[in-house]
């Protein structure tokens, strides 16, 4: 619950007109930053009580989408602007309510068992943004259904490797959405080295406890493995980049932690 001091304060729309913003994705990079500050601000003004925000920088993601955008994808967003978008494993929903901010119809996804606060905070964020965007609760471990069939894109960030069936949950994506940014952890050797992953197309299985004992890490690819599972689950692979330990990751050590991002294309089915 929120404490009773809150005071909820309307974020203006970006000032040169949600078109120009859209159509290049330098200016939806400042308007996340003017966005972001009042969204901080109006965190800190509005400390919950009973729980926490999500404690992670989640429109960090920005410069990495960013960095997937080349010169012929700058106007990417300007492309899908008539389309719901959804924002899968969003946390306290950050980056889904930017973009509502943008001007997109936007559902938030997520699961209270494995919500750093039980969506507590997405709810709260919605109430004093006075957002429109649908929350719901989808446990994407479950045969599950998404909430539309024809979504312009899809965030996929940070969640991956929470999943226990990662075909499935591509395989479902490909069939309702024309776009994914998704990121994940990914390693090129085990952690003592003995191995060598990044050559060929795997996927290593965490042990429960081996990855900051959070037993729901399951499965770290190779980057061969994951473009593999990408195109094998109805995706074109339009961008990829890693960043963090590109020479040594493993699936669970803090300082040998890689990242994946990819820009991805459905093409419509395995
Ligand atoms: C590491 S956070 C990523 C947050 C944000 N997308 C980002 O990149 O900063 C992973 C999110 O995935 C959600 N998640 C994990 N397993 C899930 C499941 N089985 N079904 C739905 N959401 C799940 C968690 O609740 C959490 O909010």
Not at 33 to 43: A, D, I, Q, S, Y
Not at 102 to 110: A, P, R, S, Y
Not at 131 to 158: C, K, M, N, T
């Given at each position: 619950m929120l404490s009773p001091k809150r005071s909820p304060i309307k974020i203006e729309p970006p000032v040169s007109g949600t078109e120009k913003v859209l159509a290049d994705f330098d200016e939806i990079k400042r308007a996340c930053v003017l966005w972001g500050e009042n969204l901080l601000r109006m965190k800190e003004n509005n400390a919950p009580t009973g729980f926490t925000w999500y404690?992670?920088?989640?429109?960090?993601?920005i410069w990495h989408i960013d960095a997937l955008l080349d010169s012929a994808h700058r106007d990417f967003f300007a492309r899908i602007q008539n389309m719901p978008i959804a924002d899968i494993g969003?946390?306290?929903g950050d980056l889904a309510f930017f973009f509502e901010h943008l001007g997109f119809e936007v559902d938030v996804i997520d699961w209270p068992s494995t919500n750093w606060n039980g969506m507590r905070g997405v709810r709260a964020l919605k109430e004093l943004l006075d957002a429109g965007a649908w929350i719901h609760e989808i446990d994407?471990?479950?045969?599950f259904r998404l909430p539309?069939?024809?979504?312009?894109f899809v965030f996929l960030l940070g969640i991956l490797y929470h999943l226990k069936n990662p075909f499935y949950v591509m395989e479902q994506l490909a069939r309702a959405t024309r776009y994914c940014v998704l990121s994940t952890r990914v390693a090129r050797r085990t952690v003592d080295g003995?191995?060598?992953?990044?050559k060929a197309p795997l996927a290593y299985l965490l042990a429960p406890?081996?990855?900051?004992?959070?037993?729901t890490n399951y499965w770290i690819f190779s980057l061969p493995g994951l473009l593999r599972l990408a195109e094998r689950t109805g995706w074109r692979v339009l961008a990829c980049r890693t960043v963090g330990d590109t020479a040594q990751s493993d699936p669970s050590s803090i300082d040998h932690d890689e990242r994946a991002f990819l820009l991805l294309e459905s093409v419509g089915g395995s």
């Amino acid at each position: 619950m929120l404490s009773p001091k809150r005071s909820p304060i309307k974020i203006e729309p970006p000032v040169s007109g949600t078109e120009k913003v859209l159509a290049d994705f330098d200016e939806i990079k400042r308007a996340c930053v003017l966005w972001g500050e009042n969204l901080l601000r109006m965190k800190e003004n509005n400390a919950p009580t009973g729980f926490t925000w999500y404690g992670y920088d989640i429109l960090s993601n920005i410069w990495h989408i960013d960095a997937l955008l080349d010169s012929a994808h700058r106007d990417f967003f300007a492309r899908i602007q008539n389309m719901p978008i959804a924002d899968i494993g969003a946390a306290d929903g950050d980056l889904a309510f930017f973009f509502e901010h943008l001007g997109f119809e936007v559902d938030v996804i997520d699961w209270p068992s494995t919500n750093w606060n039980g969506m507590r905070g997405v709810r709260a964020l919605k109430e004093l943004l006075d957002a429109g965007a649908w929350i719901h609760e989808i446990d994407l471990d479950s045969q599950f259904r998404l909430p539309r069939s024809d979504y312009g894109f899809v965030f996929l960030l940070g969640i991956l490797y929470h999943l226990k069936n990662p075909f499935y949950v591509m395989e479902q994506l490909a069939r309702a959405t024309r776009y994914c940014v998704l990121s994940t952890r990914v390693a090129r050797r085990t952690v003592d080295g003995g191995v060598s992953l990044d050559k060929a197309p795997l996927a290593y299985l965490l042990a429960p406890d081996e990855c900051n004992n959070d037993a729901t890490n399951y499965w770290i690819f190779s980057l061969p493995g994951l473009l593999r599972l990408a195109e094998r689950t109805g995706w074109r692979v339009l961008a990829c980049r890693t960043v963090g330990d590109t020479a040594q990751s493993d699936p669970s050590s803090i300082d040998h932690d890689e990242r994946a991002f990819l820009l991805l294309e459905s093409v419509g089915g395995s």
